[in-house]
């Protein structure tokens, strides 16, 4: 069974940085993609980014494209997401989350595992 623990959510200021981490334990190895999720109220979960595990190939969605990047450590088990010049509009509970296989877009309905979210708030 795999587990996903988010850590590094909190408050910002617009322009800001956080990094968020996402630290994977269990058998790990049928799963070649991570992505990172969010969701703020009153809107759909989207994907905001994804790494397959053994190529390191990304994905970003256009809101967060040149701002975010994602990256992983296979050797620590964790995959990161680097947030810099943020946006109020970036505000959500973020979500890491781990499939079998990258699709060319981070499609919810692949993605057997999730964690628990952690918060980003930024204030303008």
């Known amino acids: 069974q795999v587990r996903l623990v988010e850590s590094g959510g909190g408050s910002a200021q617009a322009g800001g940085s956080l990094r968020l981490s996402c630290a994977v334990t269990?058998?790990?190895?049928?799963?070649?993609?991570m992505g990172w999720f969010r969701q703020a109220p009153g809107n759909e979960r989207e994907g905001v980014a994804h790494?397959?595990?053994?190529?390191?190939?990304?994905y970003y969605a256009d809101s967060v494209k040149g701002r975010f990047t994602i990256s992983r450590d296979n050797a620590k088990n964790t995959v990161y997401l680097q947030m810099n010049s943020l946006k109020p509009e970036d505000t959500a509970m973020y979500y890491c989350?781990?499939?079998?296989?990258?699709?060319?877009?981070?499609?919810?309905?692949?993605?057997?595992?999730w964690g628990q979210g952690t918060q980003v708030t930024v204030s303008s």
């Open positions: 989350a781990a499939a079998r296989y990258c699709n060319w877009y981070p499609r919810m309905s692949d993605y057997i595992t």
């Open positions: 269990g058998y790990t190895y049928s799963f070649y993609c």
């Open positions: 790494i397959r595990t053994d190529s390191g190939s990304t």
